[in-house]
Each structure stands twice: as C-alpha cells, then as structure tokens.
C-alpha cells in the first residue's frame, strides 16, 4: 500500500472533499483538486477485473485527488497479499479459510470482512464455428472436465444437441493453471450439479491443459479451434467467444446474461458470522431462467480501523451508481436485498 500522505490527513481530505458515507457522487461547490493526493492499492481476483478498472477509473474521474490501484494476480495471492500487510484490500471469489482468517484478522487487530460486491458468471466458453448453440448438461461438463468424455459428438453432448451435427473432434480442453477462486467456484458447481469426484478445490484436480489467469484461458479458447474452457463472462464476451447454454436444475437451457446470473443469487443467504457477509447460494436453482454457473466477488478488508480510501471506494462500489453499468462488463449486480447489506455493513465500519 502507498499512501503519498499519511492516513489521518487522507481521512481529513476525504471528510473535506465530502466523500464520507454515502456522499458519492460530484458536488458542484466541491473544488475540483485539493494540493495532495492519496492512494491505495487491493490486489486479487481475475475474475474482478473488468469491473474493478471499471469502477477505478469513474472514482478518479469523480475525485482526481484519489486513485486506487489494483493487481489481478489471482484470488489466492490477493489474500496473500492482504494477510501480509502488502495491500489494503483483497478481491476474492471465495470466503478465506478458517486459517487465513486468523492471519488476516490479527493483520487487522480486528475481524477481517468479506463483503460481496460483484456475480461474475463463469462462461462455459468454446471454439466450434459450426455449432452456434450448443447445449450441456451439469453430467456432460463433469464428463468433460474428468476426461471421460473426450470428443464432441460423444452420446452425453449429443443427447444436449438433438439435431445438431457435433463434428467428430477431440475436445482441446483449458482450465486455470494457478491459485484460482474461479476454479473453485466452478468445481463446487459441477461437485452439487454433476457429480464431480473430487473436493472443491481452488488447484484444478481434472483434466485438460492448464493456462494461467483468466486472460490466458480466453486466448487459449480463441486461438485453438474445437476447445472448452470455463472463464468469466466479460473475458468471453470481450473477445466474443461462444458460450454454452447450461441445463440448471429445473431442466431449462439457459444462455449466460448477466439477467440470468443476478436470477441465480435471488435467494442467496448470508452464513458469514460477527458482521462478515460471506454468501452462500444453491448451485441446483430451479427458479425460471436462472444461470447457474456463478461466482460472488468479494473484497475484503478490516472491519475497524480500515483505511479510509478503501471505505470511501468501497461505498462508491456498493452505489446505485457503482452498480448500474457492470452488465456492460460481462457481470451481473447484487440483488437489492443483498446490497442493502452491504452497504449498512459499510455504514457500520470506521
């Protein structure tokens, strides 16, 4: 973390500047620069990136004297990097573990948060030309993705695509080679839907060839004709790869939208304990057009004494505003009902 000023004269240009709480937006009588700047800096999640530049980039447009930066280096590292004192903040896609909440709590001297703030849905992303629309089933992605299934007109992909002329290829298969929330997410979706064989794990324990990062597997898939790999739907859509329609637990094919992925967390709960908000929702949804494949970003960060760029930023985030233009990044906004909590979580930290 840098900070070009220390952090109570930060807090007192964010009071001045009128950006404690929920004053958010540009005030006209605000001056336009103040004579010092101040940074911070979170590091994590891939799957984030899109709108984590997204929201940076409108915040300094709001307030030039502020800047955050943020390095996509991955969920595992981001937490690394946040236990470790090297960042004020961590994007993640799954809650930290029994172990690295104690590291990040004594880090903080206090209970260390996750607070959602983004669905990024994971895009079953492929390379068929021919084949526009193609189908699958929780059974034939953990076929797949174990390696049993290993060409594209198998039985099980072809009993998704009646009708449908699957080539007689071999399936190039990419998954994430690094420490990956994505992962994670993705195999605890195929553990609950399809029967996968092994742990969730954040380390890939199936099949295929392993790329690092998000943007490694999205070009792995558009460079390499009759491939598959799963991949976060605003990488996909960037570089317009083909998405897969996924069968959710009612028998409906749904195509990946963001509409369809903020269905899914409809009924989300809240499981975290001592004013932590980690999530946890059904992988089998039934409700009509949801898509089932999904991640929850968080961002986490001290519950007390946190630094007062992260709040402010944070506060930005979970806005109306913040939350209004992430669909035109590939993701999909929080439920209301969730948002309100985290925004009176936010309320409630100092």
């Known amino acids: 973390m840098k900070w070009i000023v220390g952090s109570g004269l930060v807090a007192a240009l964010i009071l001045a500047a009128g950006l404690s709480g929920t004053a958010l937006l540009p005030r006209e009588d605000a001056p336009k620069s103040f004579p010092v700047a101040a940074s911070v800096s979170g590091s994590g999640s891939t799957a984030q990136k899109g709108a984590m530049d997204a929201w940076r980039a409108e915040f300094h447009r709001i307030h030039p004297e502020l800047r955050v930066n943020y390095r996509p280096n991955g969920s595992g590292a981001g937490i690394h990097d946040f236990i470790t004192g090297t960042t004020a903040f961590a994007g993640a896609d799954i809650a930290m573990g029994p172990s690295e909440q104690a590291l990040a709590d004594r880090r903080c001297g206090s209970r260390a948060v996750h607070l959602p703030m983004v669905i990024g849905p994971i895009a079953l992303a492929y390379n068929l030309p021919t084949i526009p629309d193609l189908k699958l089933s929780p059974t034939a992605l953990t076929g797949i993705f174990t390696g049993q299934i ?201």
């Open 150 to 350: 290993t060409t594209w007109d198998a039985p099980q992909i072809a009993a998704d695509n009646p009708r449908t002329a699957l080539p007689h290829a071999p399936i190039q298969l990419f998954h994430r080679s690094d420490d990956s929330g994505t992962t994670h997410n993705f195999t605890t979706y195929l553990q609950a839907a399809g029967g996968w064989p092994h742990s969730p794990s954040r380390t890939w324990t199936g099949a295929g060839q392993g790329v690092a990062g998000s943007i490694g597997v999205t070009q792995a898939i558009a460079q390499t004709e009759g491939s598959l790999g799963y991949v976060e739907y605003g990488f996909a859509s960037n570089v317009r790869l083909q998405t897969a329609q996924i069968r959710n637990a009612s028998g409906e094919y749904v195509a990946l939208s963001p509409q369809s992925a903020t269905k899914a967390l409809q009924d989300a709960r809240i499981i975290g304990k001592n004013g932590d908000l980690v999530v946890a929702f059904d992988y089998r949804t039934k409700g009509k057009g949801a898509y089932p494949i999904v991640l929850i970003t968080y961002e986490i960060t001290c519950s007390t004494s946190s630094d007062p760029l992260v709040r402010t930023f944070l506060h930005y985030t979970a806005s109306d505003s913040g939350q209004s233009y992430l669909s035109l990044y590939g993701y999909a906004p929080l439920p209301r009902n969730l948002l309100v909590k985290v925004r009176n979580r936010l309320d409630a930290m100092s």
